[in-house]
């Protein structure tokens, strides 16, 4: 087991406690010759640049350069096409949609500006300038106009003066041939740092947070049948048309069902309702939240190629759950998250119509939403349950909050690369193969859920 403990959030109430789109086709690309001048320069260029301050804040960034530049380096004159990128560096499936999904786009405007901030101070060793222009994937590389393309050394150990076996009188740059060997030794060694470098970079990128993101979803690949997004959709009513006109101020103000359902009836606090006055309206009842945090875990569920199927209320039974993995979304408005939730380390809890989300054990914390004055929610908690085996059989990822702006905020995180690195930054190595839960907050602003941030989360 493992947790990862913020500070104590203090209860606050809920209810009751006082207190542009681009085209996908390839970007034409300028072609320049197969044979570089001189590759170990731009190599070394390559070292200087991902270890500058402008780079060095952003594994992202050195990934992409590094990874267009040897394109190049390797000779590659065919044009370098955004879903190629997109594949190989960004893990998005062979086939995605470049015109919704434009990570690649701005990823390279990110590393354009950066270069930019580069060389606004030209390097001192500097010998060669690379540069990725607007509208293209390919570097290009400008020379020095004063020095020639030549690399800088890169610094070799000096040898033991006492361990030498060239005699002191000699000089061994003069030396027949040496001086190509010199140039071979600095060429080799180049290559050897490039050859580093990449390696860094690879393995970097099977720890980066695109990976996360597939480690956390992968388990849902083991079925092929499409993954369900479960909605819930509580009971909901409106008012009867015969109370709409009882309280129209004006003659016909309520007649047409557009205003009915933008309007509402000038009502006062004493006036007395029948139960009649109510209707149940079946095709009404999910949450804002609910839906966005649907859209969100659906979109993701496309780029990473899984087939998904959207289901709303009792659309869905047991059956369904265990014949398919699942994302059940909503807490106390969804029966399967009540059930799924119950036992678990974080779990929610209804306790005289106070709602919260508890942590297990004695000395648990409780976190409530907060609302303000007027009875408007400020502040919510969800919690990411990644179940790799649950009760159904299947893979299931519950997305819930104590409202629906807390799911948004869940569905964030769940969806996020860098929101899971987050997260599981400090989880055991083998967190892979076990059940996640992740608590989030978020702070909601004229009804809108900002940023989510995580709290805490439990391995086991």
């Known amino acids: 087991m493992n947790e990862i403990n913020s500070k104590t959030d203090m209860p606050n109430r809920l209810s009751a406690p006082p207190g542009n789109e681009i085209d996908s086709h390839p970007i034409p690309i300028k072609h320049v010759a197969a044979e ?40 590659n004159l065919e044009p370098l096409k955004e879903r190629t990128i997109g594949a190989d560096l960004f893990n998005r499936p062979a086939g995605y949609a470049t015109g919704d999904d434009s990570v690649v786009r701005v990823q390279a405007g990110e590393v354009r500006r950066r270069l930019e901030k580069y060389y606004q101070a030209p390097p001192v060793n500097s010998h060669v300038r690379i540069e990725l222009p607007l509208g293209s994937y390919a570097p290009e590389f400008r020379w020095s106009a004063i020095t020639s393309p030549v690399a800088d050394p890169v610094a070799v150990p000096e040898p033991d003066p006492t361990h030498s076996t060239i005699p002191e009188e000699e000089d061994s740059s003069s030396a027949p041939g040496n001086h190509k060997r010199n140039v071979w030794v600095s060429g080799l060694s180049i290559g050897a740092l ?32 499409p993954l369900l997004i479960c909605l819930p959709k509580p009971i909901s009513y409106r008012p009867s048309v015969g109370l709409y006109n009882r309280h129209a101020k004006t003659p016909g103000e309520f007649d047409r069902e557009v ?12 006036d007395k309702l029948v139960w009649s006055d109510m209707i149940e309206y079946p095709d009404l009842g999910v949450g804002r939240g609910d839906v966005a945090a649907a859209i969100k875990l659906s979109s993701l569920l496309g780029r990473m190629g899984k087939d998904s199927e959207v289901r709303i209320g009792s659309d869905y039974s047991f059956e369904d759950l265990r ?108 967190w892979k193969r076990k059940n996640v839960q992740i608590l989030v907050k978020t702070s909601v602003s004229d009804g809108i859920a900002g940023p989510a941030r995580v709290v805490a989360i439990y391995v086991w």
């Open 259 to 270: 205003d009915r359902m933008n309007e509402r009836p000038a009502l006062q606090p004493d």
């Open 194 to 225: 490039l050859a580093v470098a990449l390696a860094v970079f690879f393995i970097h990128r099977a720890n980066s947070p695109e990976s996360v993101l597939k480690q956390f979803w992968s388990p849902m690949f083991a079925s092929t049948k």
């Open 36 to 75: 570089l001048p001189d590759k170990d320069a731009i190599a070394h260029e390559l070292q200087l640049i991902c270890r500058s301050p402008f780079f060095g804040s952003s594994k992202r960034s050195q990934q992409f350069l590094a990874y267009v530049v040897q394109y190049r380096l390797n000779g």
């Open 323 to 430: 014949n398919s993995p699942a994302i059940i979304i909503g807490a106390f408005s969804n029966r399967w998250t009540m059930q799924m939730t119950s036992n678990l380390h974080f779990s929610f809890v209804e306790d005289r119509a106070v709602f919260s989300i508890r942590e297990q054990g004695a000395s648990g914390r409780s976190w409530y939403a907060n609302l303000d004055r007027s009875g408007r929610i400020v502040e919510d908690y969800g919690i990411v349950t990644r179940l790799v085996n649950s009760s159904t059989g299947q893979f299931v990822v519950g997305v819930a909050g104590i409202t629906s702006d807390g799911s948004e905020a869940a569905a964030e995180i769940a969806s996020s690369p860098e929101g899971l690195e987050q997260a599981l930054v400090n989880a055991p190595s083998d």
